[in-house]
């Protein structure tokens, strides 16, 4: 497979959109909920994500926005969903005694749940969306070399195939999301900028593309899914206090923010799915975002009308 890099750094300008708008359309809190994430959402509009209860166990639920949610625990104190596909499977992490980011498990919607192996051997990382062929990407940590290392694979049906790597001088390798035509969205550490601790990518057909977001003080830029129109879901920090949710659009090189009112210390954006709807968490609630308010799933409060700015990227290859 031909790895060429390809550099993409973005330099930032605002861009009003006067008289544009986009709603966020509120997710129910499951019951006993005191935080709710909403991390995925699949073309039919149902979601899926993780709460937190009063005795500080995290569990996962999925269903419709306005409720009536199916719950579930997989991990004894903590279940993560991340994604799920039109069939309603759900991939996530459950946290387990001798594991660093988890157990990676896949749940079907009949409620059976395997786990990804590599030869036989539990995996300790992150996976990716499933898309319906089985087909997934992920990460997992290797603690076969010192110090330890985070490598991307490829997987399928619950099973590790191969690696995935990136020509990037990185150390942590966390691919997110796999298309239907192979295209790969994550992001990754790279250790030849120092001013940056992780940046965002795109492998397609054998070429990387890295991306940070366009604020001087983004550290962090992180890229989790992607739809077939090419919008690219993904946060950023300062590796501080400040925090946003954004999507990028790849055929116009530009992002638009996610702003959530009230949000003070963290907004997250999930999944999208076809018709570019978004799962968003935030310190403010969980909610679908939705650029277009006449396609929007009906939840079960009132929707929100937020406005919708854009910041332009330009781009310079190296």
């Not at 709807?277 to 409060?301: E, I, L, M, Q, T």
Request: glycine residues 10%.
């Amino acid at each position: 497979m031909r790895l060429t890099a390809a550099l993409v750094i973005m330099a930032a300008c605002w861009m009003p959109c006067a008289a544009l708008a986009a709603t966020l359309v509120p997710v129910a809190d499951p019951p006993g909920s005191i935080q709710t994430w909403a991390t995925g959402i699949n073309d039919l509009d149902v979601v899926t994500g993780y709460f937190e209860t009063s005795d500080q166990k995290i569990h996962g639920f999925v269903g419709t926005l306005s409720g009536g949610y199916d719950i579930f625990d997989i991990g004894a104190n903590v279940t993560e969903p991340r994604f799920i596909n039109n069939h309603g499977t759900i991939t996530g992490v459950a946290l387990a005694d001798g594991f660093l980011a988890g157990q990676q498990f896949v749940r079907k919607a009949d409620g059976s749940v395997s786990f990804v192996k590599r030869d036989g051997v539990l995996l300790d990382g992150n996976p990716g969306a499933e898309l319906s062929s089985g087909d997934f990407v992920g990460d997992y940590w290797d603690n076969s070399v010192t110090p330890a290392v985070v490598r991307g694979y490829y997987g399928h049906k619950s099973r590790y195939r191969s690696d995935l790597t990136i020509s990037a001088n990185t150390n942590r390798t966390r691919p997110r999301y796999l298309s239907r035509v192979g295209t790969v969205v994550g992001y990754f550490r790279d250790l030849d900028d120092t001013d940056k601790a992780y940046r965002g990518f795109i492998l397609k057909e054998g070429v990387l593309t890295v991306y940070d977001y366009p604020d001087p003080q983004a550290v962090n830029t992180q890229f989790f899914s992607m739809n077939a129109k090419g919008m690219v879901t993904g946060d950023w920090d300062d590796n501080g206090s400040i925090n946003g949710a954004f999507v990028y659009d790849t055929v116009s090189a530009t992002y638009q923010p996610i702003l959530v009112p009230g949000a003070t210390s963290f907004t997250f954006a999930g999944q999208i799915n076809k018709a570019g709807h978004v799962a968003v968490a935030s310190d403010a609630g969980s909610f679908v975002y939705c650029p277009k308010a006449r396609n929007c799933p009906s939840g079960a409060r009132a929707a929100i009308e937020i406005p919708l700015i854009s910041l332009s990227a330009l781009k310079n290859r190296h």
